[in-house]
């Protein structure tokens, strides 16, 4: 079945350092894929998304690129800030079901950001 | 912005006791979820609706059910808590569509003794 493979972590770095998160993914067919991001105390909210081949994927400094011949979707930013700190969850949409999304996500990994 | 609010933060259970975890949501979406947290296994959904009455099984069903009477309230039942069941417990939302992102809750801790 469709599968999410992250990083290990938990994964600390200096303010101002490049981070890169790794994200590989098994599927059938070209899925969806995206970045969710799990600040402490609340719940999950959508970070970037990727929908087809190619596409990249970015917000708030937070970029993705979808490699199909690879099968990743790597999470990078080229400067990180405190608040930054939170877990990160890869994700592919692994089908619609009566109109609703089917997301599978990988193990998480937390971040942590020093000053 | 859209809310989903669950009604713990924080809830401890016996063994062998049936759980309520309530979720509502505010944006009239008409698909909801019900996910587990677990550390080193991500989300795992449990069960999700879409539709009034409608529900369909997620990949770890078993030891679960669900309810929703109404589209703004999904509930979360464990008829006889373990403590494997042990985790966080997350609600999601979201419009029916290939595109529509997912709205999460905060989450409830649950602890089962």
């Known amino acids: 079945g469709d599968s999410v493979t992250q990083m290990e972590g938990p994964v600390t770095l200096s303010e101002e350092a490049f981070l890169t998160i790794n994200c590989t993914y098994t599927?059938?067919?070209?899925?969806?894929l995206f970045w969710y991001v799990q600040y402490p105390g609340e719940g999950l909210q959508l970070l970037l998304k990727?929908?087809?081949?190619?596409d990249k994927g970015s917000n708030k400094g937070f970029e993705a690129t979808y490699r199909k011949e690879t099968t990743s979707f790597h999470l990078e930013k080229g400067s990180v800030q405190v608040s930054d700190s939170a877990v990160y969850f890869c994700?592919?949409?692994?089908?619609?079901?009566?109109?609703?999304?089917?997301?599978?996500f990988g193990q998480g990994t937390r971040l942590t950001i020093n000053p | 912005d859209v809310k989903v609010t669950q009604s713990s933060r924080y809830l401890v259970k016996r063994t062998g006791e049936k759980v309520f975890l309530e979720c509502v949501q505010d944006?009239?979406?008409?698909?909801m979820f019900w996910y587990r947290q677990d550390p080193g296994l991500g989300l795992r959904l449990i069960y999700f609706?879409?539709?009034?009455?409608?529900?369909e099984k997620g990949d770890i069903p078993e030891g679960y059910s669900v309810s929703r009477e109404k589209k703004e309230r999904f509930s979360l039942i464990l008829e006889s808590a373990s403590t494997n069941q042990t985790s966080m417990y997350l609600c999601?939302?979201?419009?029916?569509?290939?595109?529509?992102?997912?709205?999460f809750g905060s989450g409830t801790q649950l602890s089962v003794l």
């Open positions: 944006m009239d979406h008409e698909n």
């Open positions: 999601a939302s979201s419009l029916a569509g290939i595109n529509e992102k997912l709205f």
């Open positions: 990727a929908t087809k081949a190619d």
């Open positions: 994700a592919l949409r692994g089908g619609l079901i009566q109109g609703a999304q089917k997301l599978v």
């Open positions: 609706s879409y539709d009034v009455k409608m529900k």
């Open positions: 599927a059938t067919g070209y899925p969806s």
